[in-house]
């Protein structure tokens, strides 16, 4: 990262008492050319954190504000992280980042301790895995090693196991970066970040007006990557402004949920009493967080060209939202109108399914459309396919085709049930690790979802454009 010592700060890694490799994700892997690490290679990259070669020489913990559920908070900035190296992906030449999470004091932990609990490691593993099967823009679990600390936490039976995480992440350049810079009024530094977000991320971009055209690519980033929550049902728990990146990409799993049901007062974090970041709260809470992103480019873009952008927000999550959908139902798009009616017919039916409909099996029996409403209609869910609002629904399936259809002759679809990730699994899968030592459910886990991420053949969501 080339931006200078007002950005971030050089940080020494933690020196760990133990280390032991609990997940590494070799396709990402192979994605930036590591695969072909050893494991003592990987544990002194990944847990001791040496450089990679020809990679920066030290970590940067990076500077950045927030508002914390829309209160600001300056004390921010990364106090338990750091961007350790930067690299290519093999095909698209995109910039990747390896960012970690639990790897020792920064500048910016204050009283925290710099470190991470291995269950909340576990639990992004599974949150990132299950996003990137659904074609969610998302971070990437590239790696976890368990580091033989006792923490000490509230919110978990302490003392309780230590972790250290690596994310594989297109941009850590969040809303928040802009926001410190802003909040020191430097509009030297908001234009520096601007440009080089631009020319690192949307080089195809007329740079003419950096911050409208900054602001142009990441509303329609950010459209696309709630567009995408919603379809699969996610709620991410905590959107603040440090936790959206102008290039749209989903991270930072803390009080993650997948919903089990059509629910859209569903909230995710324990601590959100008034249910300010509830799932069907997302895209205005996207678009929020967009506004305080323009708040600061006003300090180098006038009003006129940053209003413009930021009200391509609308038209291009309805746009998004219905490509997510007719994606998850495995359909070839017959033109916006057909597809948006679509899409809310699909909400209609997981709505009126309420209580008994369970928002991925939905997306399962119905994957390439009329094509599967025999297994549909054979499947233990089958009375629910009958009422009003679904009945709307299977009538507009009928003009649509399926998209490779042979993706159905996978094993997978021979299932009653699709693979989900709901909390009681997630939970189940935990305790086997801690009461029982049994990392198999893990592991069988990541299998079954890798199984389903190749029989939904889903595209990545890689676009490094800004349409």
């Not at 992906?89 to 932990?109: I, M, Q």
């Not at 990146?245 to 629910?263: A, C, I, Q």
């Not at 940053?306 to 798009?333: D, H, K, N, T, W």
């Not at 893990?442 to 676009?463: C, F, I, N, T, V």
Request: aromatic content about 10%.
């Amino acid at each position: 990262m080339a931006l200078g010592p007002e950005f971030a700060d050089e940080v020494e890694p933690a020196q760990f008492p133990m280390a032991i490799i609990r997940h590494r994700h070799q396709r990402a892997a192979a994605s930036v050319g590591l695969e072909q690490l050893s494991d003592a290679e990987w544990l002194a990259h990944f847990a001791r954190f040496e450089p990679l070669p020809e990679n920066q020489p030290k970590p940067l913990a990076m500077r950045y504000h927030g508002h914390q559920f829309r209160n600001y908070n300056p004390e921010l900035g990364d106090g338990r992280g750091f961007l350790f190296a930067q690299l290519r992906e093999t095909g698209t030449g995109r910039l990747l980042d390896l960012a970690t999470k639990g790897s020792g004091k920064t500048p910016h932990s204050r009283t925290a301790d710099g470190r991470l609990t291995l269950k909340g490691g576990v639990r992004e593993v599974l949150a990132a895995t299950m996003l990137e099967t659904l074609s969610v823009p998302t971070s990437r679990a590239f790696s976890l090693i368990e580091t033989g600390e006792a923490l000490e936490r509230g919110d978990e039976p302490s003392p309780t196991r230590s972790g250290v995480l690596t994310r594989l992440s297109h941009s850590h350049i969040r809303f928040g970066t802009f926001q410190r810079h802003a909040y020191f009024d430097r509009p030297d530094l908001v234009g520096i970040l601007a440009e080089h977000a631009l020319a690192t991320y949307f080089p195809d971009v007329d740079a003419t007006d950096p911050g409208a055209a900054l602001m142009a690519c990441a509303a329609r980033a950010t459209a696309r990557l709630a567009a995408r929550w919603m379809a699969a049902g996610f709620v991410h728990g905590v959107l603040n402004t440090d936790n959206m990146v102008v290039t749209g990409e989903s991270f930072d799993y803390g009080p993650w949920r997948f919903l089990p049901r059509s629910d859209p007062y569903f909230t995710a974090a324990y601590f959100d009493h008034a249910g300010l970041y509830a799932f069907g709260r997302q895209p205005q809470t996207a678009f929020w967080n967009l506004e305080q992103l323009g708040g600061c480019l006003s300090l180098i873009s006038g009003s006129e060209g940053l209003i413009a952008a930021l009200e391509l927000f609308g038209p291009a999550y309805q746009a998004e939202l219905a490509v997510a959908v007719v994606e998850r139902l495995g359909l070839i798009s017959r033109g916006a109108d057909s597809d948006q009616g679509l899409a809310q017919a699909a909400f209609a039916a997981l709505a009126e399914g309420g209580e008994a409909l369970r928002w991925e099996p939905f997306f399962f029996d119905w994957f390439c459309g009329a094509a599967s409403e025999r297994r549909a209609l054979e499947s233990p869910r089958s009375v629910l396919y009958q009422q009003a609002a679904m009945l709307e629904f299977r009538r507009r399936l009928e003009g649509y085709e399926p998209e490779r259809r042979e993706r159905l002759e996978s094993p997978v679809f021979a299932a009653d049930l699709p693979q989900e990730m709901l909390i009681a699994e997630v939970e189940n899968i935990w305790a086997a690790i801690a009461y029982q030592e049994n990392w198999q459910p893990l592991h069988d886990k990541l299998a079954a979802l890798e199984a389903a991420r190749l029989a939904y053949g889903l595209a990545p969501q890689s676009r490094n454009d800004c349409d």
